[in-house]
Nanobody
């Protein structure tokens, strides 16, 4: 079993900043791509940004220039720095990670989600 625990969400005024963190733990050998998704009320879950094990990043158009994803492999942690927040960024943010079997990648991978953390941006 792999667990993802998010922190850092909350209420912020428009134009403000928040930094989300996600720690991955459990039965695994390595962590592949880590990512942040969000789901607003009545909407589908969407990708915000992800980062490969080698540090290559991919961001949604809405996040470019405002949000930065990073990771600390030594701490099994990914971060999402969110600046210039807008009311339309209000959503529950979910951390996602692909992890390999504790026996190694050729024994399979697991896709895991965090429990979600709310971010509310007031106008």
């Amino acid at each position: 079993q792999v667990q993802l625990v998010e922190s850092g969400g909350g209420l912020v005024q428009a134009g403000g900043s928040l930094r989300l963190s996600c720690v991955v733990s459990g039965n695994m050998l390595s962590i592949g791509t880590m990512g942040w998704y969000r789901q607003a009320p009545g909407m589908q879950r969407e990708l915000v940004a992800d980062i490969s094990s080698g540090g290559r990043t991919n961001s949604a158009a809405s996040a470019k220039g405002r949000f930065t994803i990073s990771r600390d492999n030594a701490k099994n942690t990914t971060y999402l720095q969110m600046n210039s927040l807008k009311p339309e960024d209000t959503a529950v943010y979910y951390c996602h990670a692909i992890t390999s079997s504790p026996l190694g990648p050729k024994f399979g991978f697991e896709s895991s989600w965090g429990q979600g953390i709310p971010v509310t941006v007031s106008s």
